[in-house]
């Protein structure tokens, strides 16, 4: 479980970041789930879009991609997530206490 000193800063060094998925009306996927757990494995923060095709509440795809990739959701803004899993090999993020 992470703070909100580490939400904070892991939001700010997602600040900068594009959106790497984008989700549309097919919402969440095994497909997309599949990519997600490989994206977060190597980056370890992401950032996730919704686009105006999907039927799905941000907030609830949020939490069904947290849910089923075993990462934290950093934020949810408008229409963009951030998510964060710590590395299994090669951790590179180093977060505040």
């Known amino acids: ?9 892991l939001g700010s060094l997602a600040s900068t970041m594009e959106p790497i998925f984008r989700i549309g009306k097919a919402s969440l996927t095994p497909e997309i789930v599949e990519a997600l757990n490989t994206a977060l494995e190597k980056r370890e923060l992401i950032k996730v879009a919704v686009l105006k095709n999907c039927a799905d509440e941000p907030k609830e795809i949020a939490d069904m991609i947290a849910g089923r990739t075993h990462s934290e ?14 590395a299994k090999k090669n951790a590179k993020i180093k977060l505040p206490e």
């Open 1 to 9: 479980m992470i703070n909100s000193r580490q939400r904070a800063y």
């Open 73 to 86: 959701v950093v934020k949810v803004i408008g229409k963009k997530m951030i998510f964060y899993r710590k």
